[in-house]
T-cell receptor
Framework: AQTVTQSQPEMSVQEAETVTLSCTYD???????LFWYKQPPSRQMILVIR??????QNATENRFSVNFQKAAKSFSLKISDSQLGDAAMYFC???????????FGKGTSLLVTP | GAVVSQHPSWVICKSGTSVKIECRSL??????MFWYRQFPKQSLMLMAT?????????EQGVEKDKFLINHASLTLSTLTVTSAHPEDSSFYIC????????????FGPGTRLTVL
C-alpha cells in the first residue's frame, strides 16, 4: 500500500512571507496523481493543487506551487505571499490512478501570523 | 461547478439507533463516490468506494453490515450507520468523481455524528 508522510505537524509563517510544506510518499507505481488539499476550520476539503506523475513540469496555481521530485518521491507545497486566509490544515494525498480513492498524509497545521 | 452536498451537517442520535447520511453531486453526475471518516485532529481515512448501481467496496476493518452504503443514482450516495454506538461518533466526509473528469475528487462539507 502507498504511504504518504507529512513530517511537519505544525508550521508557522508571517503574513506576506513564503512557506514550504513537505510531503514524501512511497509507491512502486510509475503513473499516479498527487494532491494538496486545504481543510480550514469549517472542515470543507478544498483542492489546492494537483500534479500528474507523468508530467515533469511542476504545477502552479496562483500563489501555490509544488516541487515534484519523482525520483526522490517528494512533493512539497510552496505558498508565496502568505495570507491570513491560508491558515488551515493542509493534507498531501496520493491517488494510484484516475478514479481511485485518495490516500492522505497526517496533515500539517499552518498558522499565519500578522 | 462541481458542488457536493451532504445532509445532515450535524446529527445527534441515541446509542442503538440508525442514522442515514446523504451525499449529493449537485451539478454533475458521479459514477463513483467515496466515504471517508475523520477523527478529531486526524487525517481522513477511506471507508468505502461506492459505484453507481453496484455494491460498495469496503476497506479492510470497516464493517459492511454496520456501515451500509447505497449508490442508487448518478447523483446520490447514502451512508447508513446501523445500531450506532458512541465509538461511531466521528466526522464523515463524502467525495465524488465526475463522469467526464475522473482525476479529481470533489468533497462534501461533511457530517458530524455524535452518538450518545
Amino acid at each position: 500500500a502507498q504511504t504518504v508522510t507529512q513530517s511537519q505537524p505544525e508550521m508557522s509563517v508571517q503574513e506576506a512571507e513564503t512557506v514550504t510544506l513537505s510531503c514524501t510518499y512511497d509507491t512502486s507505481e510509475s503513473d499516479y496523481y498527487l494532491f494538496w488539499y486545504k481543510q480550514p476550520p469549517s472542515r470543507q476539503m478544498i483542492l489546492v493543487i494537483r500534479q500528474e506523475a507523468y508530467k515533469q513540469q511542476n504545477a502552479t496555481e496562483n500563489r501555490f506551487s509544488v516541487n515534484f521530485q519523482k525520483a526522490a518521491k517528494s512533493f512539497s507545497l510552496k505558498i508565496s505571499d502568505s495570507q491570513l486566509g491560508d491558515a488551515a490544515m493542509y493534507f498531501c494525498a496520493y491517488s494510484s490512478n484516475s478514479g481511485y480513492a485518495l490516500n492522505f498524509g497526517k496533515g500539517t497545521s499552518l498558522l499565519v501570523t500578522p | 461547478g462541481a458542488v457536493v452536498s451532504q445532509h445532515p451537517s450535524w446529527v445527534i442520535c441515541k446509542s442503538g439507533t440508525s442514522v442515514k447520511i446523504e451525499c449529493r453531486s449537485l451539478d454533475f453526475q458521479a459514477t463513483t463516490m467515496f466515504w471517508y471518516r475523520q477523527f478529531p485532529k486526524q487525517s481522513l481515512m477511506l471507508m468505502a468506494t461506492s459505484n453507481e448501481g453496484s455494491k460498495a467496496t469496503y476497506e479492510q476493518g470497516v464493517e459492511k453490515d454496520k456501515f451500509l452504503i447505497n449508490h442508487a443514482s448518478l447523483t446520490l450516495s447514502t451512508l447508513t450507520v446501523t445500531s450506532a454506538h458512541p465509538e461511531d461518533s466521528s466526522f464523515y466526509i463524502c467525495s465524488a468523481l465526475g463522469t467526464s473528469r475522473t482525476d479529481t475528487q470533489y468533497f462534501g462539507p461533511g457530517t458530524r455524528l455524535t452518538v450518545l
